[in-house]
């Protein structure tokens, strides 16, 4: 089986550009995440979907990041436009809610650099 | 609100050398308790879990053991080996809701 799938793994992109990152979770697994994670850190939750629905956003800067959860399955997440700050591993990852606390699954993340 | 506060790294340790990474929490209610390895250039892998008081979490010679007297889930090998370099992250997750990470510890183990 196919863990998390991310891509790209690498993003380099300018200031003021607008950038994408898609995510396929584990096939069956009801809850989304993405989260970020700076370079020495742990990973910090962006949001959360349960299905389709955002049931987490709260730590989405959502003046410039968006997402969406298409049919309740893939996820894209976009930052427009992309500031110096965002620079950054982000990291995808899906469990099973409400079957017990199995822990999560995470992609190999995207590594943004914004220039 | 709930936190994890890690031992700070790195840490360097020889070959067969016994691993301890401490790992104490704060949370309302019974959270589980989790270790994560992330090796470079990857995302976090789940090593191990324990989901209630006492119960001790085991895998690929690592163990923590969740101790809610003193709010701790240290993780210890007894011998390491140098493909264990990685960086190691502990968490904590309640039943309803998102996980907590604490900010990862790194290992280098030396021939």
């Known amino acids: 089986e196919a863990g998390v799938v991310q891509s790209p793994r690498y993003k380099i992109i300018e200031k003021k550009q607008p950038v994408a990152f898609w995510c396929n979770p584990i096939?069956?697994?009801?809850?989304l995440y993405w989260y970020r994670q700076n370079l020495g850190q742990g990973p910090e939750l962006l949001i959360r979907?349960?299905?389709?629905?955002?049931?987490?956003d709260s730590q989405l800067p959502k003046d410039r990041f968006s997402a969406e959860r298409l049919k309740g399955v893939d996820s894209t997440l976009k930052i427009q436009p992309a500031e110096l700050g965002d620079s950054a591993v982000y990291l995808c990852a899906s469990s099973l809610e409400g079957q017990g606390n199995y822990g999560y699954t995470f992609g190999s993340g995207t590594r943004l650099t914004v220039v | 609100g709930n936190s994890v506060t890690q031992m700070e790294g790195p840490v360097t340790l020889s070959e067969e050398a016994f691993l301890t990474i401490n790992c104490t929490y704060t949370?309302?209610?019974?959270?589980?308790l989790f270790w994560y390895v992330q090796y470079p250039g990857e995302g976090l892998q789940l090593l191990l879990k324990?989901?209630?008081?006492?119960d001790k979490g085991s895998n690929k010679g690592f163990e923590a053991t969740y101790r809610k007297e003193t709010t701790s889930f240290h993780l210890e090998k007894g011998s390491v080996q140098v493909s264990d370099s990685a960086v190691y992250f502990c968490a904590l997750k309640p039943n309803a809701g998102k996980s907590t990470f604490g900010d990862g510890t790194t290992l280098t183990v030396k021939p």
């Open positions: 324990a989901t209630k008081a006492d």
């Open positions: 979907y349960e299905n389709e629905e955002a049931v987490d």
């Open positions: 096939s069956g697994h009801n809850t």
């Open positions: 949370a309302t209610g019974y959270p589980s």
